[in-house]
Each structure stands twice: as structure tokens, then as C-alpha cells.
T-cell receptor, first 114, second 114 residues
Framework: DVKVTQSSRYLVKRTGEKVFLECVQD?????MFWYRQDPGLGLRLIYF???????EKGDIPEGYSVSREKKERFSLILESASTNQTSMYLC?????????????FGSGTRLTVV | SQQGEEDPQALSIQEGENATMNCSYK?????LQWYRQNSGRGLVHLIL?????REKHSGRLRVTLDTSKKSSSLLITASRAADTASYFC??????????????FGQGTRLTINP
């Protein structure tokens, strides 16, 4: 089975800190994604990557950046954490560039910014 | 941008009954997918239906797609307590760079009462 592993289940950070959320997949998937999930808003796409060092903005990229130096790892960076970035963050991966395949999700990181 | 909208937002039924959830979307799609999420964990892919398909089955799941109405439905037959979860529809869209990205709706919270 494909596994997508997020480095932390729960995280508490202070306002203004630089925060790194890590995601690793073990099935050689080309595509990787970062979503945030908030009550009443569903999942919203922050950034995604379709190849090493390639990225594309999603619907809510402001305040975030990403890094994909290796195919299996996709990092989400909060440059200066703010309280409105308190949320559940979900990483996902899928094979192929445009293949119409389902995503495999990690278990999520619940980030609280105080 | 929220592409998909699920209806109802919450559904409570007795074990053994059938559960139907609906999804409407706004723009042309490549495919439509349904996911399940248990207790704020990661999402699990259930089924994918392509834009040229009208109906698809997987075990107790039946998905229909009506591209003329821009709508889909998910039917879970003979529901079980373990089906209690949130269900999300997601539409597969082509990104600026040509990769696939999924846009999720807000979800339907399904409760199966014993």
C-alpha cells in the first residue's frame, strides 16, 4: 500500500515562527499536494508539485511556500506563522502528471499557532 | 475557489438503510472522485468516475455522474455503523501547467445509528 507520512500529528508554534511541515511518500508518485482543512470550508489547496523542483500555486498560497528537492518529499513552509494559520494540514500524493488517479492522503498535522 | 458543493451537509440514518449524498460543481471536469474521512484523520479514496462515464459501482457504493447537470451522487447501500464518517466529493481539474489538481467540496457528515 502507498504510504504518505506526515512528520507530526500535532504541532504548537508561536506567532512569527518559521514552521516546516514535512511529508514523505514511498510509491514514487509524481504529484504531491498540500491542503488545509477548516470547519465549514472543506479542503482548500495551498500548493502542489508535479515534479522535483516544480510547483504550482493552489487557491490559498499566501503566507506559505513549498520545497520539493527530492521526489518523495514535499515540505510546506509557513514563513512567519500567524494565528489564522491554525488548521489541519493534509498532504497527499498521486501518480502521473495527468492521469485521473485517486489521491493518497497522510493522517494530517493539526497545527495550532499561539 | 469551492468547485463542489455537497448536499445535505449532514445526514443521519438507521443501520441497514441506504444513504444518498449529492454533489454539484461549476466547471467542466476530467473526473469526479469521492473520499471518506473518519474523525478528522486523512481522507481515503473511495471511487473515481470519469467525465465520459455515467455510473460506477464498487462494493456497496454506487456513483452516478450527470455532466449536463454538473452533478453526482454517492449511494451507500445497507449502511453499517462503520460507515459513519464525512464524505467529500472532489472534481479533477487541469491546472495551469497541465497537471491534475482536485478541488474538494465541504463534505457531508453521515451518521449511522445502530
Amino acid at each position: 500500500d502507498v504510504k504518505v507520512t506526515q512528520s507530526s500529528r500535532y504541532l504548537v508554534k508561536r506567532t512569527g515562527e518559521k514552521v516546516f511541515l514535512e511529508c514523505v511518500q514511498d510509491m514514487d508518485h509524481e504529484n504531491m499536494f498540500w491542503y488545509r482543512q477548516d470547519p465549514g470550508l472543506g479542503l482548500r489547496l495551498i500548493y502542489f508539485s508535479y515534479d522535483v523542483k516544480m510547483k504550482e500555486k493552489g487557491d490559498i498560497p499566501e503566507g506559505y511556500s513549498v520545497s520539493r528537492e527530492k521526489k518523495e518529499r514535499f515540505s510546506l513552509i509557513l514563513e512567519s506563522a500567524s494565528t489564522n494559520q491554525t488548521s489541519m494540514y493534509l498532504c497527499a500524493s498521486s501518480p502521473y502528471y495527468w492521469g485521473g488517479y485517486g489521491y493518497t492522503f497522510g493522517s494530517g498535522t493539526r497545527l495550532t499557532v499561539v | 475557489s469551492q468547485q463542489g458543493e455537497e448536499d445535505p451537509q449532514a445526514l443521519s440514518i438507521q443501520e441497514g438503510e441506504n444513504a444518498t449524498m449529492n454533489c454539484s460543481y461549476k466547471t467542466s471536469i476530467n473526473n469526479l472522485q469521492w473520499y471518506r474521512q473518519n474523525s478528522g484523520r486523512g481522507l481515503v479514496h473511495l471511487i473515481l468516475i470519469r467525465s465520459n462515464e455515467r455510473e460506477k459501482h464498487s462494493g456497496r457504493l454506487r456513483v452516478t455522474l450527470d455532466t449536463s447537470k454538473k452533478s453526482s451522487s454517492l449511494l451507500i447501500t445497507a449502511s453499517r455503523a462503520a460507515d459513519t464518517a464525512s464524505y467529500f466529493c472532489a472534481t479533477g481539474l487541469r491546472s495551469i501547467q497541465g497537471a491534475q489538481k482536485l478541488v474538494f467540496g465541504q463534505g457531508t457528515r453521515l451518521t449511522i445509528n445502530p
